[in-house]
């Protein structure tokens, strides 16, 4: 059997374990992956203490009171705090989601809390998402017609907006595809649920021009299929959408020519 190994700079280490200060008596212990690239140091899994007695309800606020209160160094993203700008995307206790909408109390035990999985970390639970927004770029993903900018709106019927639904809220937070196996193998060439689902948007747009165009671009076996449905990534949407449906309307249109 072949055995894989971590490369030894890769490897965990357990870090700091910083002890409450204030004496709280509703304390709960937090793992956090910790790294920072300037000390050419391993990563490591530093443990807080946290005083949940002062804690607002969402592991967001964790975050921020281990920021603000005990330990300032610790690098991650956010930025609307409602679940709108996609920013905190992270793995808490092994699944990926918003930290601003997922709730502590639904963690049992100590909270764990990594950074998307199969990214590239640029510090602590900030992961590298410049391919998946390269991939994005490549799909241009505005509308392309060539009606004329006169001012008046571009409508389309109530029938047209609906096929929308559940596309046009998708954020682009990553959690789908990083928990993607196929986008995990191939992330460099597959294009990935999160960037498939807004391909969809755009070809099932009612008033965009250049659908057979869209389709044609995407329809490349590595690019498209490479989605072997195995649905991680509709479980793994904090927005309860569905990508791999998407990307299996894109195949049926591709089959039956439909555009
Ligand atoms: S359904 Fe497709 S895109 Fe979704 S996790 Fe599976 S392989 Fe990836
Ligand atoms: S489909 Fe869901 S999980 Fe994927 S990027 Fe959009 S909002 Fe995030
Ligand atoms: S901070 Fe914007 S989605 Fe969580």
């Known amino acids: ?11 965990i280490k357990k870090g700091k374990y910083y002890k409450d200060q204030t004496g709280s008596k509703n304390i709960r212990k937090v793992n956090v992956y910790r790294w920072d690239p300037s000390t050419g140091e391993n990563p490591s899994i530093d443990t807080y203490e946290v005083d949940m007695d002062n804690c607002p309800s969402k592991i967001l606020d964790v975050l921020n009171k281990i920021k603000n209160e005990i330990d300032s160094s610790l690098a991650y993203r956010r930025s609307c705090a409602h679940g709108v700008c996609g920013s905190c995307a992270m793995n808490m206790d092994g699944k990926n989601g918003l930290a601003c909408t997922r709730p502590h109390a639904e963690i049992k035990g100590d909270i764990n809390i990594y950074p ?5 970390v640029l510090k602590d639970l900030i992961g590298d998402l410049s391919v998946l927004y390269k991939q994005y770029e490549s799909i241009e993903p505005w509308l392309k017609n060539s009606k004329k900018d006169d001012g008046i709106e571009n409508l389309q019927t109530r029938k047209d907006r609906e096929k929308l639904d559940g596309l046009y809220e998708c954020i682009m937070c990553a959690c789908c595809s990083t928990s993607c196996p196929s986008y ?23 008033r965009d021009e250049d659908r057979k165009e869209r389709l044609q671009k995407v329809a490349d076996e590595l690019k498209l299929y490479r989605c072997h449905t195995i649905m991680n990534c509709t479980n793994a949407c904090p927005k309860g959408l569905n990508p791999a449906k998407a990307i299996a309307e894109i195949k049926k249109m591709l089959v039956t020519s439909k555009y």
Do not use: F, T
């Open 1 to 11: 059997m072949v055995q894989i190994n971590l490369p030894q700079n890769s490897k």
């Open 116 to 120: 998307l999985p199969h990214l590239k």
């Open 184 to 206: 995990w193998w191939n992330g460099e060439k597959y294009l990935g649920p999160a960037v498939l689902l807004q391909a969809y948007r755009w070809i099932i747009d009612s």
